[in-house]
């Protein structure tokens, strides 16, 4: 008998302790943090002969699967974020900044940001062009560009257009 009431006090305890918890973990008020990513996007193209030392992009092609690096350093000089991706199909990269960390006001991505096409995988087309700057890097820019959703936004920050042309175009075309 006396061990029948034991189990039936180990049991309501048992039930009163659930339901305590319960009731705690509903008045617990639920963060619903909005995710924000920082993101870079630019397109690849393939400058022609004819525009090859330009910025003009007249008759330029996309390139498919170039690489392209990200570069952010910190306001003090030294490299915080580095990243090398890929373009798509399109020759179009959006590329969220995972991991990129601003331990300092100046060090926002306007400022110590930018990208560079570093190889294209096309034989015909693997000279880097200086359109937008790409041979040092090109500074990103603020479109006014966001994505929304309800737990997620995204900033987007554009890098311009970024080029490679032939090898072997003529002095002609210059």
């Known amino acids: 008998m006396a061990s029948r009431n034991l ?16 009731q705690a973990s509903e008045n617990i008020p639920h963060t619903t943090e909005k995710k924000i990513d920082v993101v870079v996007e630019t397109t690849v193209y393939c400058q022609t002969c004819e525009h090859s030392g330009t910025w003009s992009l007249i008759g330029a092609k996309p390139i498919p699967s170039a690489k392209v690096s990200i570069t952010c350093k910190s306001y003090k000089g030294h490299v915080s974020f580095y990243k090398v991706l890929e373009t798509d199909k399109n020759g179009y990269l959006y590329a969220p900044l995972e991991g990129f960390k601003m331990q300092h006001i100046l060090d926002h991505p306007l400022h110590s940001c930018f990208v560079k096409p570093l190889w294209s995988p096309l034989e015909s087309c693997v000279l880097l062009s200086n359109v937008n700057y790409g041979l040092n890097g090109s500074p990103l820019r603020y479109e006014n560009k966001r994505l929304h959703g309800s737990k997620y936004e995204a900033v987007i920050y554009a890098a311009g257009p970024l080029a490679f042309h032939p090898p072997d175009c003529s002095k002609t075309h210059y």
Do not use: H
């Open 7 to 22: 189990s039936s006090i180990i049991s309501l305890l048992l039930v009163l302790v659930a339901f305590t918890y319960t």
